[in-house]
């Protein structure tokens, strides 16, 4: 029997879903700005290098508004007029390149609510992967969360950005194996 579309799997999304820019939640040369980064690994251990990422997250202050439409094409000059490289959109796509790596330039998200603890939501799609993968970006392994209150620190690590010499933040995504990252069910 042949295939039906439900069962193939891409990357089909790879070029249509990118665009310069994608990864850019923060003006560039803004103070406030960070950049995340990272690599995307399969359960080999070797970079996965069509894979396509997702991100949201609050403001600085916690809001969740964002900027609508900020990834909605003009098809008349094929611009997207919700990404004017000014305002926070709170949403970012990027694509890994040729070594699985993926980066973006944001804000450090704010808590959104009294006790909660800040973070950025990503969704992973990839070749070989029949549902994207939920998982999320915390900034501070804190115990008042509590997802990372109710993970061992080996798995709670899988969720934690480093920070790097220079104001970077990394963390790596790890499809499947010894260091595979906490992913989430998303209902």
Same mark, same amino acid.
């Given at each position: 029997m042949k295939p039906t579309p439900s069962q193939t799997v891409g990357p089909f999304y790879g070029y249509?879903?990118?665009? #310069? !820019?994608?990864g /850019?939640? +923060? =003006?560039?040369?803004?103070? /406030?700005?960070?950049v995340v980064r990272g690599f995307?690994?399969?359960?080999?251990? /070797?970079?996965?290098p069509d894979a396509l990422l997702e991100f949201w997250q609050a403001d600085p202050s916690g809001g969740l508004d964002g900027q609508p439409g900020s990834m909605r094409r003009d098809h008349v000059n094929g611009s997207f007029p919700g990404r004017d490289g000014v305002r926070f959109t709170g949403f970012a796509r990027v694509a890994t390149d040729a070594d699985g790596h993926?980066? %973006?330039?944001?804000? =450090? =998200?704010? +808590?959104?609510?009294?006790?909660r603890v800040p973070y950025i939501s990503v969704c992973v799609f990839a070749r070989g992967l029949l549902r994207h993968l939920y998982t999320r970006i915390y900034f501070e392994d804190s115990a008042s969360d509590p997802l990372? #209150?109710?993970?061992?620190? !080996?798995?709670r690590a899988t969720l934690? #950005?480093?920070?790097?010499?220079?104001?970077?933040?990394?963390? /790596? %995504?790890?499809l499947q194996g010894d260091r595979e990252t906490v992913f989430l069910e998303f209902r």
């Open positions: 249509a879903l990118r665009q #310069a !820019g994608g /850019d939640l +923060a =003006p560039a040369g803004h103070p /406030d700005a960070v995307v690994y399969d359960g080999a251990g /070797d970079p996965v993926w980066a %973006i330039r944001t804000f =450090p =998200p704010g +808590a959104t609510g009294p006790g990372l #209150a109710s993970l061992e620190p !080996g798995r934690v #950005a480093v920070a790097e010499p220079g104001g970077a933040h990394r963390i /790596d %995504i790890h």
